[in-house]
């Protein structure tokens, strides 16, 4: 079965690679929580209002100098460990990295009152709690998530690279460094940005439980580079030159398309959190609807679709599932499928969120300004 899907490359660790393999994960999750606690950050304040204070909560973002550090730990090895180690280990991670973080759900979940869901199972799924941070808020658990899944997602992705050219040499595929270049420009923007995440849907809404601890750390630290895990093991696809640059720069370009809208429209909404009556770029008047104390953004990209910000995400995963040239690869297109499912459920349950957030008349006036979901014209 397992040479049948074509990941036979991943289980060739020794006995003790494997376990070293599962145990990568807490390592990693130790080292990355010293690194964001000793390291230096700037702190600032976010959007979600402490209620113990009634003021906004304080972060300190360090992500950029946290993902540079482990950028170069991994580059040079500076720990011993082999640059392709990610990869090769990487099933055996995810495994490793599930149980732990249920572990640590667990915990985080229990040790907290009993809030509006009651059935434990449903409340360790989402979480009791909306926020957690210690050390009188120098260390934010949800802003943790996002610095080692989003590290992780680069390395591996890097990582995988190097395993495809110490097994193909000049024969690589060049798809799959672009790929690699790809999730490490999209985790690097992340880090330069990195206070926008602070008002952003996780930051404001998400319960800490299972679905946050997993999600934030295996499956995007890990999980992300599923293509990679069948691809990583074809050599060039062997296209002509002229389709090979026709191939390349059309799959960069949609990348860069789809971070576009993506980085545009999140831009758009943090610069009206924060300033409600700044032109976004200078150029892009504020319109909104007043839905009591709270304002409705239905201007610029955000009077395109009502979730345009998906879009861009998906332009950037069809990229990833073109990249690599081998498009009647299954493997090629698990990224993909992924994300399309992933923002169609969520947009429908943001709706519902947001009709309860500014009241169904008020979001439904929006509805009306702003007809499509995500895709103007078509959904």
């Known amino acids: 079965m397992i040479e049948w899907l074509g990941i036979g490359h991943l289980f060739e660790l020794s006995r003790s690679e494997a376990i070293a393999g599962f145990f990568m994960p807490l390592v990693i999750f130790a080292a990355f929580f010293l690194a964001q606690i000793i390291l230096p950050a700037s702190r600032v304040p976010g959007y979600v209002i402490n209620p113990e204070t ?122 799959v460094f672009l790929y690699a270049a790809f999730f490490t420009f999209y985790i690097l923007d992340y880090f330069v940005f990195e206070r926008v995440q602070l008002y952003t849907y996780d930051l404001l809404h998400e319960g800490i439980g299972f679905k946050l601890f997993w999600g934030g750390l295996v499956v995007y630290g890990w999980l992300f580079i599923l293509p990679l895990w069948g691809m990583a093991v074809y050599p060039d696809p062997g296209f002509s030159p002229a389709w090979t640059n026709v191939w390349l720069i059309g799959t960069a370009a949609l990348f860069l398309f789809g971070w576009g809208i993506s980085r545009g429209a999140n831009m758009q909404k943090y610069t009206f959190k924060r300033w409600p009556d700044r032109k976004f770029l200078g150029l892009i008047e504020p319109e909104y609807i007043e839905a009591g104390d709270r304002k409705i953004l239905c201007s610029g990209l955000w009077g395109i679709a009502r979730h345009f910000n998906y879009l861009g995400e998906g332009f950037l995963a069809l990229s990833i599932a073109l990249v690599f040239g081998y498009f009647t690869n299954p493997w090629a297109w698990t990224y993909f499928v992924f994300i399309v499912l992933l923002f169609t459920f969520r947009q429908r349950f943001d709706d519902q969120f947001c009709a309860e957030k500014y009241g169904a008349e008020k979001w439904a006036e929006y509805q009306a300004r702003v007809k499509y979901r995500i895709f103007p014209g078509v959904y």
């Open 54 to 175: 009634d003021a906004p909560r304080n972060y300190r973002l360090n992500g950029l100098l946290v993902f540079s550090l482990a950028l170069v730990v991994w580059a040079f090895e500076l720990t011993g460990m082999p640059r392709d180690w990610f990869y090769r280990s990487s099933v055996y991670a995810v495994v490793g990295g599930t149980v732990f973080t249920t572990i640590f759900a667990i915990i985080a979940v229990y040790s907290q009152p009993q809030g509006t869901i009651k059935n434990p199972l449903l409340a360790l799924w989402d979480g009791r709690a909306r926020e957690l941070s210690f050390f009188n808020e120098r260390f934010d658990v949800k802003m943790y998530f996002y610095v080692v899944g989003g590290a992780m997602l680069s390395l591996n992705a890097l990582s995988g690279a190097v395993y495809h050219y110490d097994r193909f040499g000049e024969d690589s595929n060049p798809g």
